[in-house]
């Protein structure tokens, strides 16, 4: 089934990752995924995010593949609204309403490495929910880098601002790219929403 959907052994591909928080609610964060044999991994999950807490808590979470880029960019500056969820299904978190399949997985162990940790997850269910020509774009490749970056230009202003400040450029350098080459809707809007934000923090 995985390798049907193109998700390949060895793989590693960028998800939205939605875990139970302790209320019930669903929370979610775009989170790295790789497929090693019918297992999956996430080889780097920081310890203060909330995704671990509750992934390490409750032992489920759900990973939902899509490649809409305006839900990648709300999920990582903010909770994403309940309206962003489908609640059709009866799994026990409610995939997201644009992902195009979904992965139930269940914890099988975690090692510790400092301030992140390598976590190995059971698959439990999959659901192909729509199945949809893939293409390459320039675009949506350069908001998915500088949404990474924007995760990590806040911490390394903290420990290490030559590093913050080489990320920044990485940003504005893929700004100028996303203002030459793709429409105002959703990639320049985003890029602009991503550098104010930065901006903003500054410190
Ligand atoms: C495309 C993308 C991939 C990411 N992959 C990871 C990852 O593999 N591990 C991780 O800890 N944070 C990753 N992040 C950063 C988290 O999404 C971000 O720090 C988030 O705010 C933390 O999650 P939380 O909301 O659960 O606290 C990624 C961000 C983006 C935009």
Do not use: W
């Not at 929910?129 to 230009?153: N, Q």
């Amino acid at each position: 089934m995985l390798d049907k959907i193109g998700f390949e052994n060895g793989l590693l591909i960028e998800t939205i990752c939605s875990t139970e928080n302790p209320d019930g609610s669903p929370h979610s964060a775009p989170i790295g995924v790789k497929r090693a044999g019918m297992l999956l991994s996430i080889d780097k999950l920081f310890k203060d995010t909330i995704t671990f807490e509750n992934l390490v808590r409750s032992g489920y979470i759900l990973i939902n593949l899509l490649d809409d880029i305006e839900t990648f960019y709300l999920a990582t500056f903010s909770d994403l609204p309940r309206e962003e969820y489908d609640k059709s299904y009866s799994t026990r978190i409610p995939p997201l309403r644009r992902s195009n399949a979904f992965i139930e997985a269940e914890l099988v162990n975690f090692r510790d490495r400092d301030n992140f940790v390598s976590v190995e997850l059971s698959i439990s269910g999959i659901l192909i929910r729509k199945m949809k020509p893939c293409f390459f774009t320039r675009c949506k490749h350069a908001v998915l880098e500088s949404l990474i970056h924007a995760t990590r230009v806040p911490v390394f202003r903290r420990i290490d601002p030559k590093e913050a400040g080489s990320l920044m450029k990485l940003i504005l350098h893929y700004r100028d790219l996303v203002s030459r080459i793709c429409p105002e809707e959703p990639y320049n809007r985003i890029m602009n929403g991503i550098v104010n934000r930065l901006r903003d923090t500054q410190i």
